[in-house]
């Protein structure tokens, strides 16, 4: 697709000079900025929290929080003491050790992250779980984990199956009115006694900090498991790519239940010591731009679907509301479609930053940073510090301008540590000669970006021709009717694949054949005539994954009549 590229603006740290940095820069300067590279003994909360709570930001503001009926704010003098109470009362009543898994399925809300990080400071691993979780994915990741803790709330109880959870020993509950009784204990009565002060537990760079879940995008989630070692990533690149400032307001619309909530809502930020938004209640435009302009939000990071809804909801609701204080908006999760920037820069008068990585990856790597030109529909170029090709099924490394495997070379701090209870599946990310494949479909142009494709697994071959569906997905969305598009392979004795798009109506636009000819019509003129779709269903909705993705292995199955496979992480 023909681009035109958007100039670079000025960032604050220095990859003004990419090419330069990318030559020179080695993760070892990044990690002399923490102490502990000298003595090896380190803990990620100590450095997120209790580093700043020492210095000159102790009274500055760490986390701002709201929901509908709560509004509070805390420095990190007094996150410190918070999670060392946290940290306290889980070890108290739940005997909480290091390597001990403590999971933790509760709305956003700032008792999430005390227990998150009071759990951090005693060296056991946290699994956050997103609050809209049935009982059957609940299940599943506390059994696979063997989750010792659960931090709760009365509301979710009854979808955590405690019967069937042998290893399941303690139940923190944090609500008013707890009965305490056996397993269960009151979180919040014991928070308010405990000391404030704590032991840390100083661990080693590579042991446990955090296990995710994966999105489940393409199937059953797998348990990614990351290590402290990863904070030099996540500090580096909360530096480089969100650009944090000392007076900057961030905000990261994830969920901590997925990476971009803890990497990038968590750690990122109060690495660098920022102030960070954390906002609990569903979406909606009005809400989300309210926030910018009540906590004076500088720099915002979201996802394409989000991006979509607001963009759906009109333009008009953006008057209402000064969103002046804006200077920097990322985006993750998905493919970023030219159309949203197009968009993003109409009505914020700013570009929209694409960044790719993934769970398994633990932080940034192949980015747009302010510093750099943009070129709507392309991820960036990879940061420094992280070599990344595009490379074929044998792992030979293809010229530009050639579709294939995303591929990454080892060696970049966050990468994960394993796959919890699977090695088997750890190892299959590797190619023998040692480039960690992504699983993405990608290609590299002559000036070294990278254009997303697809998932490997949802590249079209339609007679002959590679098709990402990705770039089909953006043509379909710059048609006025459309405001979510799915694009598969269908099986076709002629053609071998035909190209088949779901498709969600914008509000006042009828389903109607000629509908259906205009769209077509209007992807076969405006891209190419073998990306047009040969079949388009209407949707109300397509089907996605709780994080926001569209989830096109179940529009196959459907398609197809084939099983759908772990819906565990499908919205309702
Ligand atoms: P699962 O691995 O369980 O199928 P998932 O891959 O969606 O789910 P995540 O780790 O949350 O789980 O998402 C990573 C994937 O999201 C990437 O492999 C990629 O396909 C997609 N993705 C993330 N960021 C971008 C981006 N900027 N552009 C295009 N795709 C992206
Ligand atoms: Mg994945």
Redesign the pocket.
């Known amino acids: 697709m023909k681009v035109e590229a958007l100039p670079a603006i000025k960032g604050n740290y220095n990859l003004q000079d990419y090419e330069e940095t990318y030559k020179t820069f080695d993760w070892k300067e990044t990690e002399k900025s923490f102490s502990w590279s000298e003595t090896g003994k380190v803990n990620m909360a100590y450095e997120a929290i209790d580093r700043h709570a020492e210095s000159f930001r102790k009274n500055k503001i760490a986390l701002y929080y709201r929901n509908d009926s709560r509004k509070e704010k805390y420095t990190f003098k007094e996150l410190k003491e918070l999670t060392n109470k946290a940290g306290n009362v889980l070890k108290s009543y739940g005997d909480v050790e290091k390597g001990d898994r403590v999971f933790i399925f509760m709305p956003r809300s700032p008792e999430f992250y005390f227990a998150a990080l009071g759990a951090i400071k005693l060296g056991a691993i946290v699994g956050p779980l997103f609050e809209a979780f049935m009982e059957g994915a609940v299940k599943d990741r506390l059994e696979d984990s063997e989750a010792k803790v659960l931090v709760t709330t009365p509301d979710l109880l009854y979808r955590v199956p405690v019967d069937q959870l042998p290893a399941l020993k303690t139940i923190f509950i944090v609500g008013t009115d707890v009965e305490e009784d056996g397993k269960y204990v009151d979180f919040l009565k014991h928070l308010e006694d405990a000391p404030s002060s704590l032991d840390i537990e100083w661990v080693d760079r590579n042991d446990g900090l955090i296990l995710h ?10 348990g ?1 498991l990351h290590v402290h070692n990863a904070m030099i990533q996540h500090y580096q690149t909360a530096k480089w790519v969100l650009d944090l400032q000392e007076e900057d307001i961030y905000w990261c619309t994830a969920d901590p239940g ?3 909530g803890t990497s990038y809502g968590m750690f990122g930020p109060w690495l660098t010591g920022t102030s960070n938004v954390i906002i609990g209640g569903r979406f909606s435009p009005d809400a989300w731009y309210k926030t910018i302009e009540e906590f004076g939000v500088t720099v915002w990071y979201s996802a394409p679907t989000s991006f979509r809804m607001l963009m759906g909801a009109g333009d008009e609701v953006i008057k209402k509301y000064n969103l002046s204080t804006l200077r920097h908006i990322l ?6 479609n030219p159309e949203v920037i197009r968009w993003g820069r109409k009505v914020f008068n700013h570009r929209i930053h ?7 990856t633990g932080a940034h790597l ?1 980015c747009n940073y302010p510093s750099m030109e943009i070129k709507p529909g392309s ?1 960036g170029k990879p940061i420094p510090g992280v070599e990344a090709a595009i490379v074929d099924d044998q792992g030979n490394v293809l010229p530009p301008n050639r579709m294939g495997n995303l591929a990454i070379k080892r060696g970049w701090p966050s990468m994960m540590h394993t796959i919890w209870n699977n090695q088997a599946k750890y190892d299959s990310y590797f190619f023998p000669n040692g480039w960690y494949v ?3 479909s990608a290609y590299m142009d002559e000036d070294g970006y990278f254009w ?1 494709q697809g ?1 490997v697994d949802d590249v079209i071959m339609t007679a002959g021709e590679r098709v990402g569906p ?1 770039e089909v997905e953006s043509k379909l969305l710059e048609h006025p009717a459309v405001a979510e598009a799915g694009v598969i392979g269908k099986p076709d004795p002629v053609r071998g694949e035909i190209i088949k798009a779901f498709v969600a109506l914008m509000d006042g636009y009828e389903e109607s054949d000629e509908l259906k000819e205009d769209i077509r019509q209007f992807v076969k003129k405006g891209f190419a005539a073998h990306a047009a779709p040969r079949e388009i269903e209407f949707r109300d909705k397509l089907p996605k ?1 709780r ?1 926001g ?1 569209i989830m096109r292995r179940v529009l196959k199955a459907w398609e197809l009549d084939l099983p759908v496979g772990d819906l565990s ?1 499908m919205e309702d």
């Open positions: 879940y994966t999105s489940g995008s393409t199937g059953k989630p797998k990614v997925w990476v971009t985006s993750v999760g998905e493919p970023l694409d960044t790719w990585w993934m769970t398994e192949i991820m992504s699983g993405d997303f998932r990705f994954t994080s993705k992480t």
